[in-house]
């Protein structure tokens, strides 16, 4: 049985004879198959290549070759991801199956699946659920997850939360599509208070990529929200947002990757060698400060 494995992953287990300026801390495992059927028109699994997700290369090896190098790593979580592909749902649940030996909790992220397939996987190792809303609006939604009805995956989202409960599953949030942020405050929201967590993802597509200090004010107004504050007192506050930060934030958590926990995504969002936009690490002073000036 064949399994892809983010490249940054496979260099980690020495499964590639390569370096990564960052390194994960979580396994990125990937479902094969191609094309995926959602047609999201910013990722390229909609193609028939599918050699790439988010800037990332998935080799692909027998899930026997990865198991003992797992189980043996300090990483300290397992992230199983699919496209939307024919019988995605039993090829999640035996991936899941084969991986429980390693001892690592898992992650799953994928398209909708039935309450049946959300509670046989938590009844086995998985603990977390990640669901992608993508767009902030609707209209967004049918626009560039052309293949699904807008509000399927606020549905999943839902379905997810009655069975693994709050904080055990994850809202991924795309900035940049076309939203505002007074409409991404409100996405931001409804997730938060469903009772998820929510994960923000850079627009990438053809080059094209979303500006970074409108994307450091979404990641601000995302902790603000999340520390309690409703979308209008969370706007209110990015107009000093420098102040803000130099206050309470010198940490630079909220810049940091969000999602499961020990999940980091080095290069899901940003090229090497490029200003990090979501941290995989805690940002240095240097950084802070970068981003102290990019919020005044």
Not at 13 to 37: F, N, V
Not at 251 to 277: A, L, S
Request: proline share 6%; aromatic share 8%; glycine share 8%.
């Amino acid at each position: 049985m064949e399994i892809r494995v983010s490249s940054g992953t496979a260099s980690y287990l020495g499964l590639l004879d390569s370096k990564c300026m960052e390194y994960p801390t979580t396994a990125y495992l990937l479902i094969p198959g191609a094309p995926c059927r959602g047609g999201c028109v910013y990722c390229p699994q909609s193609s028939t290549d599918g050699k790439w997700l988010s800037r990332v290369s998935w080799p692909y090896f027998d899930i026997d070759e990865i198991i003992e190098p797992i189980k043996d790593s300090d990483l300290k979580r397992i992230c199983i991801q699919s496209p939307d592909v024919e019988g995605y749902e039993d090829k999640i649940i035996e991936i899941a199956s084969s991986l429980e030996s390693t001892g690592k909790p898992i992650s799953v992220s994928a398209p909708p699946l039935s309450k049946e397939v959300l509670q046989q996987l938590r009844d086995g190792s998985v603990d977390h659920v990640g669901i992608g809303i993508d767009a902030a609006t609707d209209e967004l939604r049918a626009k560039t997850k052309r293949n699904y009805p807008p509000m399927v995956f606020w549905d999943y989202l839902g379905d997810a939360l009655e069975i693994y409960g709050k904080k055990q599953v994850t809202a991924h949030i795309i900035v940049g599509i076309g939203e505002d942020l007074e409409q991404l405050s409100h996405a931001v929201y409804r997730a938060s208070k469903s009772g998820a967590n929510v994960s923000l993802f850079s627009y990438v597509s053809k080059g094209k990529e979303t500006d970074l200090i409108y994307y450091r004010r979404a990641q601000l107004l995302t902790h603000l929200i999340e520390e309690g504050r409703n979308p209008n007192e969370a706007l209110a506050f990015l107009t000093d947002g420098r102040k803000y930060v130099e206050e309470h934030l010198a940490n630079g958590e909220p810049f940091q990757t969000r999602g499961c926990p020990g999940c980091n995504r080095p290069y899901y969002t940003t090229r090497p060698g490029k200003e990090h936009r979501n941290y995989p690490r805690k940002p240095t002073w240097d950084e802070i400060q970068k981003i102290m000036m990019d919020l005044s």
